[in-house]
């Protein structure tokens, strides 16, 4: 090959690149749904890998969340003991106050228990094992926050609200607790097991 010949195969050889590149950009965009509207190629799955890094993820975010709600609440009823206030509540109220103590502290030990694992079994190739085992204790502990809640809430209101008007202010509090944290999940889950059921029969 000559000296003169060299551009024109560079030439050609720029324009081949150029002409590559712009097709990956037209095949990343009809994936995305942009441009044309067409759809060459589908996304690809998730490795059992990515899938459990995924989820261990999505727990620690839940775990910041529902930490932050339950340190704050346990360290208001921990000061409620050293306020005058406390000596003029009746056995009953001073009954309610300690298990309303007791289940916040065992709320806080199961929503910290997925921080726990992961620093005793780091590196152990356990990830499987701790991600079932933290979202069991991360619906554990959010039921125990939930009683907590309701027991603090009967507490304040017993020594406010005359009569039984607390306990059912309690009662309809609670009542949405459990519409909104646990049967509305477990009625989405069943809509979308459904869907995915007729999906497959189709």
């Known amino acids: 090959m000559t000296m003169t010949e060299q551009p024109a195969g560079s030439a050609i050889e720029d324009a081949a690149c150029r002409e590559h590149a712009a097709c990956r950009e037209h095949a990343a965009c009809c994936e995305h749904g ?6 060459h190629g589908a996304e690809e799955p998730e490795t059992p890998r990515e899938r459990v890094n995924r989820r261990w993820n999505e727990i620690l975010q839940e775990t910041r ?3 932050t709600g339950v340190q704050i609440l346990f360290g208001f009823l921990l000061s409620v003991a050293f306020t005058p206030t406390f000596r003029q509540l009746e056995t009953l ?3 309610i106050y300690v298990i309303t103590v007791v289940l916040g502290a065992a709320a806080t030990a199961s929503l910290i228990a997925p921080v726990a694992m992961h620093r005793f079994l780091a590196g ?5 094992e701790m991600v079932e085992a933290a979202g069991r204790l991360m619906v554990c502990g959010m039921v125990l926050l939930a009683l907590t809640i309701g027991c603090t809430l009967l507490l304040l209101l017993r020594f406010v609200l005359p009569g039984v008007l607390a ?5 309809a509090v609670m009542l949405w607790f459990g519409l909104c944290w646990y049967v509305l999940p477990l009625r989405l889950r069943r809509r979308a097991a459904r869907r995915s059921r007729t999906a497959g029969e189709a």
């Open 167 to 171: 306990e059912v202010l309690v009662g």
């Open 93 to 95: 109220d001073r009954g």
């Open 34 to 39: 942009a441009g044309h509207g067409t759809k």
């Open 65 to 67: 969340v529902t930490q």
């Open 124 to 128: 152990q190739r356990m990830k499987d």
